[in-house]
């Protein structure tokens, strides 16, 4: 039996696989996250992309003594006219995360209302 893979899924795991390879490393405190800067370096590199309506950076982690890919969605609290609520869209991205990948090892979300985006994080162990 053919497993049908979505083209997010692909990207997304593309993604992963890239920052294993040559990622920017974040090693710095899950509680205390400055978003902003963080996007701004992963762009300048090329690590991210846009999946759900939603940016996606990604950075190589050590998270519980492993090594790991933390990923940060900024994901607007605004969109356009007819789309769904936040926590759909939060609930798509999470769902898609879970298909991908089966298991996170961490998820937390952020809502920055003076940013107007929910900062959802998320790792996943690489071993």
């Known amino acids: 039996m053919e497993v049908v893979v979505s083209y997010k899924e692909q990207k997304l795991k593309e993604l992963y696989e ?24 992963a762009t300048s590199k090329d690590f991210v992309i846009n999946l759900n309506n939603c ?8 998270y519980d003594n492993s090594e790991s890919v933390l990923f940060l ?7 356009e006219r007819n789309s769904k609520h936040i926590s759909e869209r939060i609930m798509d991205v999470v769902q898609l995360l879970e298909k991908t990948f ?4 961490y998820l937390s979300s952020n809502e920055i209302k003076e940013d107007k985006f929910v900062y959802l994080v998320a790792i996943k162990k690489i071993k």
Do not use: R
Not at 102 to 105: F, Q, S
């Open 18 to 41: 890239n920052t294993i390879e040559s990622g920017i490393l974040y090693n710095e405190s899950l509680d205390y996250i400055n978003y902003y800067s963080l996007m701004c370096k």
């Open 55 to 62: 940016n996606v950076y990604s950075f190589k982690y050590n």
């Open 73 to 79: 969605f900024s994901i607007p609290l605004v969109c």
């Open 102 to 105: 089966i298991t996170l090892n």
